[in-house]
Every structure is written in structure tokens, then in C-alpha cells.
């Protein structure tokens, strides 16, 4: 079973925008840990995969590791790390997904 992690702004900002709805979010959240491969891909940056969910006119963006992700055994996908670290509506989500791998670039993460 997979891990998902919410980063603390990224719950904030669903509580403020969503507030009674935000548990069924959550919960959708984590049903990634038992199937991690929800969800559709939007980019690669040196094997971290960008991921979204959608919910209605709202994405909320995950990164994980792909190669795990594609070829791992069941061992190693209940060790998978899946973390959601933004979300968007969909006027702006390119901006939203260039940031995201700007910031995996700047980390040290090179685009393959």
C-alpha cells in the first residue's frame, strides 16, 4: 500500500475553498494508496512523475516516482511515496504544472 502525503498548504487551502466537502477530497486523496495508478500523467521531470486528480472544475497535482510507479513489484508500490503538492482550477493548470516542474528542476531534478 502506497503512502500519500498532503502538504499542510495544500490542506489549508482545500479547507478554505471547500470546507464540508473537503473530507470526500481527502478521501480521494487516499485512495491512491491502494491504487497508485489514478490519476493522469502530465509530465516527467528525471523519472518524478506529475500527476493530477480531478475534482469537478478543480485538478489537485501529485508527484511520485515513476519508475516505481511503471515497473515496480507490489513490494516496492506499497513503499511508494505519493505526495499532492498543489492544486488549480482549470483556467490555470499549464501555469500550475510549469511551476511544479520548475520546481523539481531547481532541486536538482533534470528534465529527461
Known sequence: MAKVI???SLK????KRFK????KIFLRMKSLENDPHKGKTLG???GIVVKELKHEKYRFYFI????????G???ELAG????FVRMSEKKNQQ???????MILKSMGFDAL
Open 80 to 83: 511508494l511515496l505519493i505526495k
Open 6 to 8: 498532503v502538504t499542510a
Open 20 to 23: 464540508g466537502e473537503s473530507e
Open 95 to 101: 501555469k500550475v504544472i510549469d511551476e511544479i516542474k
Open 12 to 15: 489549508e487551502e482545500v479547507f
Open 44 to 46: 516527467n521531470v528525471a
Open 64 to 71: 511520485t516516482d515513476g519508475h516505481v510507479l511503471k515497473f
Open 73 to 75: 513489484t507490489d513490494d
